[in-house]
């Protein structure tokens, strides 16, 4: 089955880290993404990892796949109050061209 | 660096109207997309268009339909429209259909009544 979880809501404090999780069902997954929602905004591509890896980094961001467990987690070091969004996880299943989405997280930030 | 571009931003219409969302991209993507974003649930796809010329379902076409007028522009219409069809639509396009991001609109914001 196709299903996408995450936790709704996550609340840190200004420069700590955020963790924010999700999991996926289908093992045949190819790519998985992250997408950042501003309010009254589009979602916007934060980034994502090819299913063959383990660990990508860019900035203050850093995405961990676990295969296995079939988990995905996004971490946003030293948090600023406008990473404050919604977070999309997303995956695309292998030869269909749709995306599967998560319910997204909402990150509030404070000081 | 317009991207994706969606008309109108917001929308309010009477049950049984009909409305066609405009979406077009600049970025001689080949693959367009059409979602719905319900509360407290992620996108789900209505339609997509993965070259010009070509549309298929996807998981909730129901009271939709859609037009791939070139490579550029992806419309969606609601022919009768429905309050269940209140939503938030968006507008996505990528490079091609197997392993390039999409990239999404801002969004327009229907309310049924």
């Known amino acids: 089955g196709e299903d996408v979880e995450q936790s709704l809501f996550l609340s840190v404090r200004e420069g700590d880290s955020s963790v924010i999780n999700c999991t996926y069902t289908?093992?045949?997954?190819?790519?998985l993404y992250w997408y950042k929602q501003e309010p009254g905004a589009g979602l916007q591509l934060l980034t994502y990892?090819?299913?063959?890896?383990d660990m990508k980094q860019d900035q203050r961001l850093t995405v961990l796949l676990n295969k296995k467990d079939k988990h995905l987690s996004l971490r946003i070091a030293d948090t600023q109050t406008g990473d404050s969004a919604i977070y999309f996880c997303?995956?695309?299943?292998?030869?269909?061209?749709?995306?599967?989405f998560g319910a997204g997280t909402r990150l509030a930030v404070h000081p | 660096n317009a991207g994706v571009t969606q008309t109108p931003k917001f929308q309010v219409l009477k049950t049984g109207q009909s409305m066609t969302l405009q979406c077009a991209q600049d970025?001689?993507?080949?693959?367009m997309y059409w979602y719905r974003q319900d509360p407290g649930m992620g996108l789900r796809l209505i339609y997509y268009?993965?070259?010009?010329?070509?549309?298929d379902k996807g998981e909730v076409p129901n009271g939709y339909n859609v037009s791939r007028l070139n490579k550029r522009e992806f419309s969606l219409r609601l022919e009768s429209a429905a309050p269940s069809q209140t939503s938030v639509y968006f507008c996505?396009?990528?490079?091609?259909?197997?392993?390039?991001?999409?990239?999404f609109g801002d969004g327009t914001r229907l309310s049924i009544l």
């Open positions: 990892i090819f299913s063959n890896m």
């Open positions: 996505a396009s990528s490079l091609d259909r197997v392993n390039q991001p999409q990239h």
């Open positions: 289908d093992s045949s997954s190819t790519y």
């Open positions: 970025m001689n993507h080949n693959s």
């Open positions: 997303a995956e695309k299943l292998g030869g269909y061209n749709k995306l599967i």
């Open positions: 268009s993965a070259s010009e010329g070509t549309t």
